[in-house]
């Protein structure tokens, strides 16, 4: 059931979100000339698959987990998307395409090794990844393998589709800050 409504959510919202995603497409390439930004993440049974967002930061940017990035690399476009969470809305396609859920534990990077051991010990690469959940509307990143690990399995066991929903309201509601950065 949760596989159809992921379907249609990410559907509708790719179809009625187009001029939206358009326009903060056409605002990138004045912010950082490469609006969208791609990276492998860990996905359903640790297989890999490419995420896309909007771009936050700049172009030269290290690769690491957002709690391990600076807040200097973050853009003043940047910044705003972040606030709104519309960086995230380019992953309905991932959603789409099968890679994620709407609701399910955010993708880790395959270098984050504590991250990796602690869901494997909650079995949680046996769901899909998704782009919003318990965790993140409690503000549990990824700074905290062990904590963030609990939460979502402990939301994976209670899933259902009110549930489900009420993830996804809370976090277009702003609930939750996002992943922490480093301040400079």
């Known amino acids: 059931m949760i596989r159809v409504l992921d379907v249609c959510i990410s559907l509708i919202g790719l179809v009625l979100g187009l001029p939206i995603l358009l326009c ?3 605002f990138g390439l004045f912010d950082t000339g490469e609006p969208l930004f791609f990276q492998e993440r860990v996905g359903l049974h640790k297989k890999g698959f490419v995420l896309v967002k909007f771009r936050t930061m700049k172009l030269d940017t290290e690769s690491v987990a957002s709690h391990l990035a600076s807040t200097s690399s973050i853009t ?6 972040r606030k709104t969470k519309i960086d995230e809305l380019p992953q309905l396609w991932n959603v789409l395409k099968g890679d994620m859920s709407i609701v399910g534990p955010r993708p880790g990077l395959f270098n984050q090794y504590e991250l990796m051991d602690e869901r494997d010990r909650y079995n ?14 409690n503000n549990i990143d990824m700074s905290v393998p062990k904590l963030l690990a609990e939460t979502d399995r402990k939301m994976m066991n209670t899933l259902s589709v009110v549930r489900y929903f009420f993830y996804i309201f809370a976090t277009v509601a702003g609930k939750g800050a996002g992943d922490r950065i480093i301040k400079d």
């Open 124 to 137: 949680l690469y046996q769901v899909r990844p998704g782009i919003t959940g318990l965790s993140q509307i």
């Open 76 to 81: 003043k476009f940047g910044k705003f998307l």
């Open 24 to 26: 903060i497409y056409i």
